[in-house]
Protein backbone atom coordinates (compact mmCIF):
# COMPACT_ATOMS: atom_id res chain seq x y z
CA UNK A 1 0.00 0.00 0.00
CA UNK A 2 1.35 3.35 -1.37
CA UNK A 3 2.34 5.80 1.72
CA UNK A 4 3.17 9.18 0.39
CA UNK A 5 4.57 11.72 2.69
CA UNK A 6 4.96 15.62 1.64
CA UNK A 7 6.99 18.32 2.93
CA UNK A 8 8.43 21.69 2.05
CA UNK A 9 5.33 24.24 2.74
CA UNK A 10 4.96 27.24 4.48
CA UNK A 11 4.39 30.57 4.58
CA UNK A 12 6.25 32.99 1.56
CA UNK A 13 5.48 36.13 -0.13
CA UNK A 14 4.05 36.87 -3.29
CA UNK A 15 6.99 36.51 -5.65
CA UNK A 16 8.72 34.00 -3.45
CA UNK A 17 9.59 30.52 -4.01
CA UNK A 18 9.27 26.87 -2.46
CA UNK A 19 10.59 23.76 -2.95
CA UNK A 20 8.46 20.81 -2.05
CA UNK A 21 8.68 16.79 -1.82
CA UNK A 22 7.34 14.22 -1.59
CA UNK A 23 8.86 10.41 -0.71
CA UNK A 24 6.59 7.67 -2.26
CA UNK A 25 6.85 4.19 -0.07
CA UNK A 26 5.42 0.37 -0.62
CA UNK A 27 5.65 0.97 -4.39
CA UNK A 28 7.90 0.54 -7.29
CA UNK A 29 8.19 3.94 -7.61
CA UNK A 30 9.97 4.40 -10.75
CA UNK A 31 7.02 2.59 -12.77
CA UNK A 32 4.26 5.00 -11.92
CA UNK A 33 3.60 8.47 -13.66
CA UNK A 34 3.86 10.83 -10.46
CA UNK A 35 1.14 14.06 -9.35
CA UNK A 36 1.18 16.76 -7.74
CA UNK A 37 -2.15 18.35 -6.70
CA UNK A 38 -3.72 20.65 -4.45
CA UNK A 39 -6.72 21.87 -2.89
CA UNK A 40 -7.22 25.51 -2.70
CA UNK A 41 -9.58 27.07 0.36
CA UNK A 42 -13.40 26.21 -1.06
CA UNK A 43 -12.29 24.25 -4.16
CA UNK A 44 -11.64 21.57 -5.30
CA UNK A 45 -8.64 19.49 -5.44
CA UNK A 46 -6.64 19.92 -8.86
CA UNK A 47 -3.83 18.22 -10.36
CA UNK A 48 -1.04 21.04 -11.40
CA UNK A 49 1.80 18.79 -12.74
CA UNK A 50 2.81 15.83 -13.62
CA UNK A 51 5.75 13.47 -14.60
CA UNK A 52 5.96 10.06 -16.66
CA UNK A 53 8.50 7.04 -15.12
CA UNK A 54 11.73 9.32 -16.95
CA UNK A 55 11.01 12.71 -17.42
CA UNK A 56 8.34 14.31 -19.27
CA UNK A 57 6.24 16.50 -17.98
CA UNK A 58 3.04 18.22 -17.95
CA UNK A 59 0.95 21.13 -16.48
CA UNK A 60 -2.05 22.75 -15.86
CA UNK A 61 -1.93 25.65 -18.43
CA UNK A 62 -2.17 28.68 -15.70
CA UNK A 63 0.93 27.13 -13.77
CA UNK A 64 3.41 26.78 -16.94
CA UNK A 65 6.52 28.68 -16.73
CA UNK A 66 6.52 29.14 -12.84
CA UNK A 67 5.86 25.25 -11.75
CA UNK A 68 8.49 22.17 -12.64
CA UNK A 69 7.64 18.72 -11.44
CA UNK A 70 10.90 16.51 -11.03
CA UNK A 71 11.54 13.40 -9.72
CA UNK A 72 14.57 11.25 -8.54
CA UNK A 73 14.20 7.42 -8.99
CA UNK A 74 16.77 6.45 -6.48
CA UNK A 75 15.53 8.25 -3.30
CA UNK A 76 11.44 7.84 -4.53
CA UNK A 77 11.36 11.49 -3.99
CA UNK A 78 9.19 13.80 -6.25
CA UNK A 79 9.56 17.29 -6.67
CA UNK A 80 7.15 20.38 -7.70
CA UNK A 81 9.71 23.89 -7.92
CA UNK A 82 7.42 27.00 -7.77
CA UNK A 83 8.40 30.07 -8.35
CA UNK A 84 6.56 33.69 -8.76
CA UNK A 85 3.93 32.42 -6.30
CA UNK A 86 0.92 34.32 -5.78
CA UNK A 87 -1.47 34.51 -3.16
CA UNK A 88 -3.78 31.91 -5.62
CA UNK A 89 -1.18 29.58 -5.38
CA UNK A 90 -2.47 29.44 -1.33
CA UNK A 91 -3.39 25.95 -1.09
CA UNK A 92 -2.34 22.38 0.32
CA UNK A 93 -0.32 20.16 -1.62
CA UNK A 94 -0.32 16.49 -2.20
CA UNK A 95 1.36 14.49 -3.84
CA UNK A 96 0.01 11.21 -5.56
CA UNK A 97 0.28 8.44 -8.36
CA UNK A 98 -1.37 8.77 -11.67
CA UNK A 99 -4.46 7.06 -11.95
CA UNK A 100 -4.59 8.63 -8.24
CA UNK A 101 -4.41 5.61 -5.52
CA UNK A 102 -6.72 4.97 -2.93
CA UNK A 103 -4.24 6.63 -0.21
CA UNK A 104 -3.41 10.42 0.27
CA UNK A 105 -0.78 11.72 1.97
CA UNK A 106 -1.01 14.56 4.85
CA UNK A 107 -0.39 17.03 2.24
CA UNK A 108 1.56 20.83 2.92
CA UNK A 109 0.41 24.03 3.23
CA UNK A 110 1.87 26.32 1.20
CA UNK A 111 0.45 30.07 2.04
CA UNK A 112 1.57 32.80 -0.10
CA UNK A 113 0.88 36.75 1.75
CA UNK A 114 2.20 39.53 2.32
Known amino acids: QVQLVESGGGLVQPGGSLRLSCVASGIIFRNYFMGWYRRAPGKQRELVASINSGDLTNYADSLKGRFTISRDNAKNTVYLEMNSLKPEDTAVYYC????????WGQGTQVTVSS
Open 96 to 103: NTIPVGSN
